[in-house]
């Protein structure tokens, strides 16, 4: 899982495997961010949950955000070679964002 | 259209040079930052601004400055280059998403190699 000093975490799974990817943090968040980041390019945005939502769904993307455990998770279903990536999570609540250290994500076929 | 955009993409600069990392956005947000991320980790932030004429201290800005003279543009200049800025830095701009969320929005990076 992300957060704190962690190093860069890595999975590597088979095509149509699901996948799940974990975030622990420290201080108290009503907000985390999910940022995908293909090689050679800059993260970009993929799902945004806030603590009233609990679960956020964007085609094979689920969140879940649990305050009381001050936990979040993104899982794939059904992955495909093209969501190979590094996954990061964000503590957001603020103009500011706290990274995780990432996941990155290989998907073989 | 790229709505973040920076400039050089790539620099190789001398230990003790001076080097200015350019970043433009057409997003017309208030808010921009600029992260370092070094290979194996997240990114980490270093300044950031909330319009034009602002800058704030991010997380690391020992050896960094940061200058933003317009709504659409924000520098990074460091002054006496060190090996150990030898990094990939992006620049993002950020737009309020609904309570107390920001979304950012990132550019392609900047690859940078201290001698």
């Known amino acids: 899982s992300q957060w704190g000093e962690e190093n860069l975490q890595a999975l590597s799974i088979q095509e149509g495997e699901d996948v799940t990817m974990n975030c622990s943090y420290k201080?108290?968040?009503?907000?985390v961010h999910w940022y995908r980041q293909d090689s050679g390019r800059g993260p970009a945005l993929i799902i945004l949950?806030?603590?009233?939502?609990r679960e956020k769904r964007s085609g094979r993307l689920r969140a879940t955000l649990d305050t009381s455990s001050q936990s979040s998770s993104l899982s794939i279903t059904a992955a495909q070679c093209e969501d190979t990536a590094v996954y990061f999570c964000?503590?957001?609540?603020?103009?500011?964002?706290?990274f995780g250290e990432g996941t990155k994500l290989t998907v073989s076929s | 259209e790229a709505a973040v955009t920076q400039s050089p993409r790539n620099k190789v600069a001398v230990t003790g040079g001076k080097v200015t990392l350019s970043c433009n956005q057409t997003n017309n947000h208030n808010n921009m930052y600029w992260y370092r991320q070094d290979t194996g980790h997240g990114l980490r932030l270093i300044h950031y601004?909330?319009?034009?004429?602002?800058?704030e201290k991010g997380d690391i800005p020992d050896g960094y400055k940061a200058s933003r003279p317009s709504q659409e543009n924000f520098s990074l200049i460091l002054e006496l280059a060190t090996p150990s800025q030898t990094s990939v830095y992006f620049c993002a701009s950020g737009d309020w998403a609904g309570g107390s969320s920001y979304e950012q929005y990132f550019g392609p990076g900047t690859r940078l190699t201290v001698l």
């Open positions: 964000a503590q957001g609540g603020s103009a500011k964002l706290i």
């Open positions: 201080t108290y968040t009503t907000v």
């Open positions: 949950i806030r603590s009233n939502e």
């Open positions: 601004s909330y319009g034009a004429g602002s800058t």
